[in-house]
Nanobody, 124 residues
């Protein structure tokens, strides 16, 4: 069982930067592929970025490519999402997710564990 806790959400203005953090416990973090998803009311959960436990493998949604960087620190059991040039449409609840699958999947069904979510609100 993996327990995930997100932090770092809040309010920002368009153009600002924000960093989300996710701390994992319960299994060896270095064997987990981590991802960030987001969801707005009435819509499906959307893949944002993911980073494999295998070095050098990561993926981004087209909507955030070039503005977002996902990283991990295995020594701190943590994954991070650095967001820059925030847009109003980035407003959502952001979820951290984990799986033992080595590939970074964009389908939420491939992730076994989820955090409780953190709200990100971007104003114009």
């Amino acid at each position: 069982q993996v327990h995930l806790v997100e932090s770092g959400g809040g309010s920002a203005q368009a153009g600002d930067s924000m960093r989300l953090s996710c701390v994992a416990s319960g299994l060896s973090f270095s064997s987990l592929t981590m991802a960030w998803f987001r969801q707005v009311p009435g819509k499906e959960r959307e893949f944002v970025a993911g980073i494999s436990w295998y070095p050098g493998r990561h993926a981004y949604a087209d909507s955030v490519q070039g503005r977002v960087t996902i990283s991990r620190d295995n020594a701190k059991n943590s994954a991070f999402l650095q967001m820059t040039m925030l847009k109003y449409e980035d407003t959502a609840v952001y979820y951290c997710a984990a799986t033992e699958i080595v590939a970074v999947h964009k389908n939420a069904d491939r992730y076994n564990w989820w955090g409780q979510g953190t709200q990100v609100t971007v104003s114009l």
